[in-house]
């Protein structure tokens, strides 16, 4: 999506080097990583790497997780990526993995862990601290915080959101995050703002969405979040992409794009929210 010209369809650029379905992703200003995924492929561990400067070549294999991840949230900062929760090939789980971008071809580490296991959850955050939102078995209202200068410690409940759901999509900025969508899968309207600088408050209701989504990707820069992709009824995908507007989030947000194709399970990432160091994805199946 080109952010400068955002009501042309999305152009369609580089391949990942697997097929990846339900999967998550986050990145810095100069990359963007895709972590895990499952079918139709078993489940992985691997991750990719997008070199925004060389957009159409294919992704390059990078670091592997420590977990097999299907259905995880990734967020992070300048220097590491978080890939959190997810299915694994035999249970969920609550680890969560880090990726070092200045070494990014070793393995991640282990960190965190959530408060509880997760899947189908979405996550953002700023350059402090990193948000995960709803998710299941619950489904969850709950949001959880997990400090990056303090990562190796288990993630501080926050929030809550205004309703609990699975399939939640998440992005943001500095200041605040929104979490839309939910409902898996038939979707919802309902879009949430985390003010960071209050986040043991409910999230306050904003929005709403101009149509129903859940498990898409989202993403965006300081000024706009854009949400796309996902299911707008039961396994009904849809190329849609709406936009939010940061300075005035109270009305119902504007249809976009489109996207290329209709997706599900996607992630997205931008260099422009995580050059302020701000990375938000969201993906499951």
């Known amino acids: 999506v080109d952010y400068s010209n955002d009501t042309a369809t999305a152009a369609s650029k580089g391949n990942l080097s697997q097929q990846r379905y339900g999967t998550t992703g986050t990145g810095n200003n100069s990359y963007g990583y895709i972590a895990g ?16 400067s060389n957009d159409t070549a294919t992704a390059v294999a990078k670091g592997n997780m420590n977990e097999s991840r299907y259905a995880p949230a990734g967020t992070g900062n300048a220097s590491y990526g978080y890939f959190a929760g997810a299915y694994t090939p035999s249970t969920t789980v609550s680890s969560i993995d880090r990726l070092d971008y200045s070494s990014d071809g070793s393995a991640c580490v282990v960190k965190g862990p959530l408060t509880k296991t ?5 996550a953002t955050g700023n350059k402090n601290y990193g948000y995960f939102a709803g998710g299941s078995p619950g489904p969850y209202s709950t949001v959880e915080r997990l400090d990056y200068s303090s990562d190796s410690t288990t993630c501080v409940l926050k929030g809550p959101l205004n309703n ?17 969508g ?34 898409g990707g ?48 996607q992630a997205a990432f931008s260099p422009q929210a995580n050059s302020l160091g701000i990375a938000e994805v969201s993906l499951w199946k």
């Not at 995924?37 to 925004?52: F, H, K, M, N, Q």
């Not at 609990?164 to 839309?180: F, K, L, P």
């Not at 992709?229 to 940061?246: L, N, P, Q």
Request: net charge negative; with cysteine.
């Open 37 to 52: 995924g499952g079918a139709p492929a078993p489940i992985r561990s691997s991750t990719e790497r997008v070199d925004y």
């Open 118 to 122: 997760n899947v189908y959850f979405c």
């Open 164 to 180: 609990a759901a699975h399939g939640y999509m998440a992005t943001g900025n500095g200041d605040y995050g929104w979490v839309a």
């Open 182 to 215: 939910g409902s898996f899968y038939n979707g919802a309207t309902w879009v949430d703002r985390i003010d960071y600088s209050n986040d043991t408050a409910t999230a306050s209701a904003r929005g709403p969405l101009d149509t129903v989504f859940s498990a």
């Open 218 to 265: 989202a993403t965006g820069s300081n000024s706009y979040g854009y949400w796309g992709g996902g299911y707008v009824g039961t396994v009904v995908r849809t190329s849609k992409v709406s936009r939010i507007d940061y300075s005035n989030d109270t009305p119902t947000t504007v249809s976009k794009g489109p996207l290329n194709n209709e997706l599900s399970s």
